[in-house]
């Protein structure tokens, strides 16, 4: 069983950074890809981006070059995720949630969820 704790998010106004962290505890053996997925209001949850055990990343286009992921791997019991957001718009807005899994297609394990708004 694998345990997620989110942190970060909040109110930015546009233009700010802001940075999410998730934990990862537990059965670790089988996280291949850790990464986060986005909900704004009223519509559909969207992949923001992944990364793999060995740091190969992907992005959706609307956050190239705004969005960094990075993984620290360092300790056996536990990985952490960040996902460090810069140039922030208001179509950022979200409830942006953590997943830890062996593969894409089938994710089990997911964060709690943090608000991040992006507004003036």
């Known amino acids: 069983q694998v345990q997620l704790v989110e942190s970060g998010g909040g109110l930015v106004q546009p233009g700010g950074s802001l940075r999410l962290s998730c934990a990862a505890f537990g059965d670790l053996y089988s996280i291949t890809i850790m990464g986060w997925y986005r909900q704004a209001p009223g519509k559909g949850r969207e992949l923001v981006s992944s990364i793999s055990r060995a740091l190969n990343t992907n992005y959706a286009d609307s956050v190239k070059g705004r969005f960094t992921i990075s993984r620290d791997n360092a300790q056996s019991a536990q990985s952490t995720v960040y996902l460090q957001m810069n140039s922030l718009e208001p179509e950022d807005t979200a409830v942006y949630y953590c997943?830890?899994?062996?593969?894409?297609?089938?994710?089990?394990?997911w964060g709690q969820g943090t608000q991040v708004t992006v507004a003036s």
């Open positions: 997943f830890a899994t062996p593969n894409l297609l089938r994710i089990d394990n």
